[in-house]
């Protein structure tokens, strides 16, 4: 069970970060097998339909973003919605999708990976504006704080937090205080930054049909 996000990501070919920091390592599967998962291995990835791409596509940025099918196409029909009412829909959707309270607080570098994120949002470990938000799909906006929940402090899961967050990197959309184990929202984040794994116009055409 374990090497099964591995298995993910060497099946779609592509790095879907769902392993924290081995994924960054040597030890990442994709960078040690990078051909698809199978009985003897190392064949080539076959050619796929215009229909299979638009879906390989669609399974990439869903599990990127570690959402279940249901949310992740509720998502796409709100952008798809305002389709030709907005300059970007692609970038709209990358947006929505960074917006949500799990991935922020993945972003700020609080935890390893998304869906450690949406565990911990759920279980009432961050405050939003001081107050207890544990709902993962929360959105947040401009101006917002971020903090870990003063009672979740002192658990083990944190106890390395804040010297982690001293050698951590946030996007420039966001700016972390690691003494105060917070983080701010300064804006709102771009598609060039966020660079997501799949094609965003193939995932539009995959939910049009």
């Known amino acids: ?8 990501c060497r ?8 392993k924290g920091d081995r994924c960054f390592s040597t030890k990442c599967a994709l960078v040690r097998r990078s051909y698809p998962p199978g009985e003897k291995g190392k064949r080539r990835r076959r050619r796929i339909s215009e229909y299979g791409k638009e879906l390989q596509e669609k399974q990439k940025l869903k599990i990127w973003y570690h959402l279940k099918e249901k949310q992740f196409r509720s998502y796409i029909k709100e ?3 305002k389709r030709g009412q907005v300059e970007d829909a692609g970038a709209l959707l990358i947006r929505k999708l960074e917006s949500r309270l799990d991935n922020v607080v993945f972003r700020m570098g609080f935890v390893f ?3 450690q ?3 911990l949002v759920s279980h009432g470990h961050f405050l939003v504006n001081g107050k207890k938000v544990d ?3 929360y959105k947040v906006k401009k101006g917002d704080i971020i903090s870990l929940n003063s009672r979740s402090q002192k658990k083990i899961i944190f106890e390395n937090l804040p010297t982690i ?5 946030p996007p420039s959309w966001l700016k972390v205080d690691a003494k105060k184990l917070e983080g701010k929202v300064l804006g709102e984040p771009s598609l060039e930054e966020v660079a997501p794994p799949a094609e965003i116009s193939a995932i539009f055409e995959f939910y049009s049909r």
């Open 79 to 81: 952008v798809l919605d």
């Open 11 to 18: 099946r779609l070919g592509v790095k879907l970060f769902l």
């Open 113 to 115: 990976s998304r869906k």
């Open 117 to 119: 994120a949406r565990q």
């Open 135 to 137: 709902f993962p799909s």
């Open 1 to 8: 069970m374990k090497n099964n996000k591995c298995k993910i």
């Open 165 to 169: 967050l001293k050698k951590y990197s």
